[in-house]
């Protein structure tokens, strides 16, 4: 383990380390190398126990000192750190969420200016779905109130009223439950600020209230995350099936090669766009055109809707600049280590800037004007060209790694998939898969990377572990970054990795889709970025609904196996609170307290269906997951079984 | 140093010493015990240059990690925390604020239940200042907008409109920096998350940009706190001179002594009611009485409006328990020590939480509910008479030191006291003292105690030091505290510790109120809690405008001696921004980054005229404020002399 540590190689993708190798006695630094030079972590920190909350700490719990100074427990101390880390998490997806409405605002409002509804079909249905009229109103009309209930959504202060994005999308016995436990919330913005309050010094020291508070807060994180993509989709349209490739070979060494990194499709779609119009002026500058390629999330959003190649995941940013090709990185939102601005100070390489809250000391600037999108698009574009004259080719190696990629998999895509097998229940297509025990449930994979699991190796192994055992896989964020970048989101994984359950399900797909699609099915299905999380709980939502029954005993199951960011957290607590097992691949800062170890573990399963996994060992992660998808299948069995015996029909159990 | 760190006795409140040697040996443990437990505390942490804030840490800077593992520097960490420090104390006040806006629309709803508006005219000004008609109208349609005015401020979305509470109270001056620096709030909740957000990984690394939003959550700490002194005002009455006792010396050995802390007003009031209505219960069980008595800022809010005795302040509440005398101690919110739960369970004193988001494990929780709020007092008020009679009088042991307190001083009660010197402007009795040489300017002390330095010894010191050269003082919160248990609020102090000038400033005050005050007027003014700060920058307003000068030519200085609470760093950095010196006598986790650091100290000073000032020595501490106010008061001679020379008039210089 120690050793493992002290290793910079830590990373299984063969672009990635292959860079590390080339720029080895460069005394360019990434993070791999600063991850090395950190060890040993501080092992308060590690265990949460450390509490740095008020001006006289910082305290840590230690055998000398078994509480805070002013008397807090290692429970509260984990508790209250923990909640800070969901509000971190929870604070990011709204104020993506609201970005977007604010867009949307503004086009609602006649001033959208380069941003039009592009999705009319997803306006109707969400307005159907939070309970917006759409009989002979006009697309405007229905956005003015969908962009109305989102504002409230954000800001209610009341009592009594809940999120309708939460309320209106889960199933009645999710909100019951919620309702139940006290954790339903009004507002975005008002349960953030509640829940800051509540971590303040001599606030809350109980750790089950400030749990609670956690999932309250991770419930908003779902309904700003549900709300960001559904008017992503209005906005730049639903994804549908979408042929590309992955990894640093995308990268051209003769045309200008811009990144974008990030997370919000505001800005990412312009510079798409503007890329695309300024092919000549890319040539005039001695290229032969622009090629835009994604990194991090706002990768996935441009992938999924556009089709652009994914460059690579979160960890290996900074080494997509040591490439010497990349001629501008622009960045928008999260994730952005500001690491990339000294690696590109060794190139050529512009990082550019361009959200207020969201600066690079020594980086471009390029304030991003919704007003004048498209503009600013091409400014971006330029800086890009002129950096592109400025490349020096000695320094320019592209590791010649890629791999197909199909995406583009939303959930309404994957519904029409299943719809052309059974068009009146395209969901029974999946229920009736795992019933026939062909598949062996439905796996999310989602997150970040983290160096203290080998780089892609947990999000790889495990997925491949559980496609062998028949699980059908969806993925998300930076985990399917490592599915597009390492081939297993085409259809040769398929036949490579596929047990013969799951090869046979995607071969009915395939068939009945026959002529539809461009390409055969993947072995995994990319959902999104990140934040497109909740299309994966809105498939599990559609099982229940299918098989009649609550969120516990659908076979579905989630993992980040490499859960980073606090984002991370907030997005884990709610799929737990919505009642679905997570796995996590690292160990978050919780040892410190059994207590609230306890809680993740076991009492959440009681209380709400959904608990924690925490386990590194991807093997060992894998048995886990089957585990407990194997649980909830046999649950059901035996709920079949009773119900033939007893001649009753199977009636819904929420 | 090392030494001092080892001393348990770190106090210089007498009655705090006489406790903490008597229970020596009893192995009952207090906040003094566990600071020495805590030493060496992590140096790191007080660097300000550990980060835990994603699952790829903890980092922390060294010889050998020059940067955190996403290559975050030590001024990104530092300005990180700082901002997440800011929030945290914004947070606190802003629902804070909000508790009691939500009780206000009840009354103006028409259920406002036992709470009514107890003072028209403080509404009227409130609406008047704010921009509400109250022509023709009743307090109830005048209320409703008030309180619709305050929502807007907590709640707002939309990007061109500010805090009204902001605009409306600052002079234009100052809304002006703010609107050029480009930190004017749209709302509270609205910024706070969008703070929390840039917090996250990967988001800000321009520490510039971090510290200018620690400003702008900063200010809404400002409209919150403001917000709910003024709500506060309108429903239990703007606070007059009152007249009552301080120190542990206030409990009875005969009566029922209920201690009331926390920071929140709406229960407190209620309780304080209810002990006065219930005496008979009380004697029917075998006390003389129900004595109430406060601790920390809810001590201070019943001070300033009932004249209840404020028992202790912050750092000693768990001392006030060990006194064996303490039958109940009620607490709402902020600043409650987890450790008092351990302290009363060896004893019979009971510990009663209130509040949903203010737990401690092992404690009585009695929910608050606005609508029964005099009965949920009444029950509370039955646990302490039912805990008097297990009382075990053995244990008791009551310091028997107390001093007279002349409190009350709200902005409004102070103005009268002027008025009646200067009915037309009375501000001007200050500014033409400072004018003269009588007052040397105006100080304001505030904030928490911390054991970084001796309990009560820097508010202490640097207080008289500031007296005896003439610093008119106005004082809240723990300060104030301080400065009631040690008798610095009564007229012997005048009499003991002013400057010549102070002296016949505060003569001549008494002379001109002669027959409308119970007793002689104190060295020191108490303001009111740490959430009533704004009164203090009200009157740094009024004088602004009395001199017609912007508030950095204004000779008033500020000082939190002993700060320990994130509310500290948010009310410190808005008084910052709004133009005023701040001396800190702690220093703050912030001097691993020397750009953090000083931007604090000396830039802050070029753009918003208001500076940090770090010491922890007192008399050092003295001789920086005096500085501070000498250089405003030169300033203005200066100004002066010129203007006269020069035969122009003098025209407002904002």
């Not at 009773?642 to 929420?654: H, L, N, Q, R």
Request: proline share 4%; aromatic share 6%; net charge negative.
């Amino acid at each position: 383990m120690a050793e493992k540590k002290k290793d910079r190689n830590n990373t299984i993708d063969p672009a990635a380390l292959e860079v590390l190798a080339k720029t080895k006695d460069s005394g360019i630094e990434s993070a791999y190398d600063r991850y090395v030079n950190m060890q040993p972590q501080c092992q308060y920190g590690n265990a949460g126990v450390c509490c740095s909350i008020c001006l006289q700490g910082p305290c840590r719990i230690t055998k000398k000192a078994s509480k805070g100074i002013c008397g807090a427990t290692p429970y509260t101390i984990v508790a209250r750190n923990l909640l800070r880390h969901a509000l971190g998490g929870t604070a990011c997806h709204s104020d993506h969420g609201l970005h977007i409405t604010m867009v949307m605002k503004e086009i609602a409002d006649g001033h959208g200016g380069d941003y039009t509804v592009t999705d009319s079909g997803k306006l109707k249905r969400v307005a159907e779905k939070i309970g917006v009229s759409v009989d002979g109103r006009s697309d405007q009309e229905v956005l003015k109130d969908v962009v109305g209930v989102a504002m409230e959504d954000f800001s209610r202060l009341e009592k009594g009223k809940y999120c309708t994005w939460l309320e209106k999308t889960v199933i009645p016995a999710r909100m019951e439950k919620n309702l139940d436990c006290n954790i339903a919330p009004n507002s975005i913005h008002k349960t953030i600020t509640e829940s800051m309050a509540q971590t303040h010094m001599g606030m809350d020291a109980d750790p089950v209230n400030l749990v609670f508070q956690s999932l309250k807060t991770a419930l908003c994180d779902y309904v700003g995350m549900h709300i960001a993509t559904d008017l992503s989709d209005i906005l730049f349209g639903t994804p549908t099936p979408v042929v590309s490739e992955a990894n640093m070979g995308v990268l051209e060494e003769k045309m200008v090669n811009i990144a974008l990194h990030g997370h919000n499709p505001i800005l990412s779609e312009m510079v798409v766009k503007a890329a695309r119009e300024m092919q000549d002026e890319a040539k005039a500058a001695g290229a032969e055109g622009i090629k835009c390629m994604g990194i991090c999330c706002t990768g996935n959003e441009v992938l999924m809707r556009q089709g652009v190649p994914p460059l690579t995941n979160f960890l290996s940013q900074e080494l997509a600049i040591m490439t010497g090709a990349v001629d501008a990185m622009v960045v928008d939102v999260q994730c952005i280590m500001p690491g990339v601005q000294t690696v590109a100070e060794c190139f050529h390489t512009k990082i550019i800037t361009t959200i207020p809250n969201v600066k690079i000391p020594s980086s471009y600037y390029v304030d991003f004007d919704e007003t004048r999108a498209l503009e600013t698009g091409r400014e971006i574009v330029r800086i890009a060209i002129e950096a592109f004259k400025e490349r020096d080719a000695s320094k320019v190696s592209i590791p010649q790694i890629k791999n197909k990629v199909v995406a583009g998999f939303s959930l309404e895509a994957f519904e029409e998939l299943l719809a052309a097998v059974n068009p009146d229940a395209p969901y029974k297509v999946i229920t009736d898969a795992i019933d026939s025990g062909e598949l062996a449930g439905v796996c999310l994979f989602a997150g970040c990377n983290n160096l203290k699991v080998k780089h892609d190796e947990n999000h790889s192994t495990i997925a491949k572990e559980l496609a062998k055992n028949n699980v059908l896989i969806v993925a998300t964020g930076c985990a399917a970054g490592t599915y597009a970048k390492l081939g297993l989101l085409n259809s040769d994984a398929v036949e490579q990795y596929a047990g013969d359950g799951l090869k046979a399900f995607i071969k009915r797909l395939d068939d009945a889709n026959k002529g539809k699609l461009q390409e055969s099915l993947p072995l995994i299905f990319h959902m999104g970025s990140c934040v497109d999380n909740t299309r994966a709980y809105d498939l599990c939502t559609e099982m229940a609904k299918q098989m009649e029954m609550d969120i516990p005993k659908v076979p579905f199951v989630a993992s980040a196996p490499e859960a980073m960011s606090e984002k991370a957290v907030s997005i884990g607590s709610w799929f737990v609170t919505l009642g679905v097992p997570v796995h996590v691949g690292v160990i978050p800062p919780i040892p410190g307290s059994p207590l609230v170890v306890g809680i993740a573990l076991q009492i959440a399963q009681d209380v709400y269906g959904g608990y924690f996994m925490w386990e590194e060992d991807p093997m060992v992660a894998s048995k886990m997951l089957l585990d407990a998808l194997g649980e909830r299948t046999w649950k059901l069995r035996v709920h079949k079984m009773a119900a033939e015996k007893y001649e009753t029909a199977i009636s819904p159990t929420w």
